[in-house]
């Protein structure tokens, strides 16, 4: 995904940011920082691009649930561990979820799904929504721009080809080796629910 929104954030700009964060987050911001470092543009639109694409896509994500709440991907985000793990954040702190869910792993569709089936009322999630996407945009277009450059000094010197072939020969392994225990373990619950 990382080279295809390089692509995306070389050939669109900031515009590309924007999409980005508002499709894969963190990475987007990062990567803006990154190319704001190199010149492509100013390290403020890519802030900004990735403010707007986080705080659209999380409002769209917050409406979705509030709208649809009995749509076929609305229930499959529901029926995710995440989801209910944010139901019980909301429940305890719903103002301190709302600023900080973009903040933690696995929240990033869950949480403002969960928090428009929650009671929290729109008009109090937009301005902090707003006010959590700026803070996160700038946090992770400022990790691009300042240690974008000694990044790609580190991953240059770490990943020769042959590291690159090991790796792809490691991922494919472990890839292959869950495919199979996850089919094993399907095959077992069937065999479990056939038997009277």
């Not at 639109?45 to 009995?70: N, Y």
């Not at 609305?74 to 709302?98: D, H, N, W």
Request: hydrophobic letters at 55%.
């Amino acid at each position: 995904m990382s080279f295809s929104l390089a692509t995306l954030i070389h050939h669109f700009g900031a515009l590309g940011v924007s999409l980005g964060a508002g499709i894969e987050g963190e990475t987007a911001a990062v990567i803006g920082g990154i190319a704001a470092h190199h010149g492509l543009f100013s390290p403020i639109a890519a802030w900004l691009a990735a403010w707007f694409g986080s705080f659209t896509a999380d409002q769209c994500f917050f409406f979705l649930g509030r709208w649809r709440r009995g749509s076929r991907w609305v229930r499959a985000i529901s029926a995710k561990p995440a989801f209910s793990r944010a139901i019980g954040l909301i429940e305890r702190s719903p103002i301190t979820f709302c600023i900080a869910f973009r903040f933690i792993y696995g929240m990033r569709v869950a949480g403002p799904v969960a928090i428009g089936l929650s009671n929290v009322r729109a008009r109090l999630y937009r301005p902090l929504n707003f006010i959590s996407a700026g803070v996160w945009a700038a946090t992770f277009t400022a990790l691009g721009f300042i240690f974008g450059h000694a990044v790609e000094i580190m991953l240059r010197r770490a990943f020769s080809p042959l590291h690159v072939a090991i790796l792809a020969v490691l991922v494919s392994v472990a890839a292959i080796s869950i495919w199979l225990w996850r089919n094993h373990r399907k095959a077992q619950a069937e065999d479990r629910n056939t038997v009277p």
